[in-house]
T-cell receptor, first 115, second 115 residues
Framework: AQSVTQPDIHITVSEGASLELRCNYS??????LFWYVQSPGQGLQLLLK??????LVQGIKGFEAEFKRSQSSFNLRKPSVHWSDAAEYFC?????????????FGKGTKLSVKP | EAGVVQSPRYKIIEKKQPVAFWCNPI?????LYWYLQNLGQGPELLIR????????DSQLPKDRFSAERLKGVDSTLKIQPAELGDSAVYLC?????????????FGEGSRLTVL
């Protein structure tokens, strides 16, 4: 069965420090992979997505993610975190049931940013 | 351009009472989704509509949940009767269609508390 694992429930980083959020997936075919961000009281917003091609994908707000098939991973990175990045981040795999929008989400990683 | 609009934002009811949530997707978006987000978890798909047709409702608990999208635009999700375990955030999302690259646009959610 398809699944997404985000091993870190909560991460705290200092402002200006680099960030990496981990995501591992289980999926029988070539996955569609996504990262969404959810700020308090807000809806989820797409940061970036991977369907095929270049395994390093760039997203909004300075985020990037790298797809590694051999490790079944799709980790999210940012070189320098800003206080406004504090939010909850969800990795998702899509495409089951014949629809790219049928997403299976991980449990999320809450990011706190220290001044 | 207006985003996905959901109402009510918050609802508190007694168990066994009915409750309904409304969603107005982004204009022109043919595909509409209802997701359920329990506390500390990622969203889980309940139902997907293509225009007015429910094409994937395998995860919708049909004994107490129902949904409709009569004219292929706005949608209503109903629970009758509500149980304590239904306390969660109900998220609506829309997308332009299957070929749109899989990006979903989410509303801010309707938070249900069942007492």
């Amino acid at each position: 069965a398809q699944s997404v694992t985000q091993p870190d429930i909560h991460i705290t980083v200092s402002e200006g420090a680099s960030l990496e959020l981990r995501c591992n997936y289980s999926y029988g075919a070539t996955p569609y992979l996504f990262w969404y961000v959810q700020s308090p009281g807000q809806g989820l917003q797409l940061l970036l997505k991977y369907f095929s091609g270049d395994t390093l994908v760039q997203g909004i707000k300075g985020f990037e993610a790298e797809f590694k098939r051999s490790q079944s991973s799709f980790n999210l990175r940012k070189p320098s975190v800003h206080w406004s990045d504090a939010a909850e981040y969800f990795c998702a795999v899509g495409g089951y049931g014949g629809s790219q929008g049928n997403l299976i989400f991980g449990k999320g990683t809450k990011l706190s940013v220290k001044p | 351009e207006a985003g996905v609009v959901q109402s009510p934002r918050y609802k508190i009811i007694e168990k066994k009472q009915p409750v309904a949530f409304w969603c107005n997707p982004i204009s022109g978006h043919n595909t509409l989704y209802w997701y359920l987000q329990n506390l500390g978890q990622g969203p889980e798909l309940l139902i997907r509509y293509e225009n007015e047709e429910a094409v994937d409702d395998s995860q919708l608990p049909k004994d107490r949940f129902s949904a409709e999208r009569l004219k292929g635009v706005d949608s209503t999700l109903k629970i009758q009767p509500a149980e304590l375990g239904d306390s969660a955030v109900y998220l609506c999302a829309s997308s332009p269609g299957q070929g749109a690259g899989g990006e979903l646009f989410f509303g801010e959610g309707s938070r249900l508390t069942v007492l």
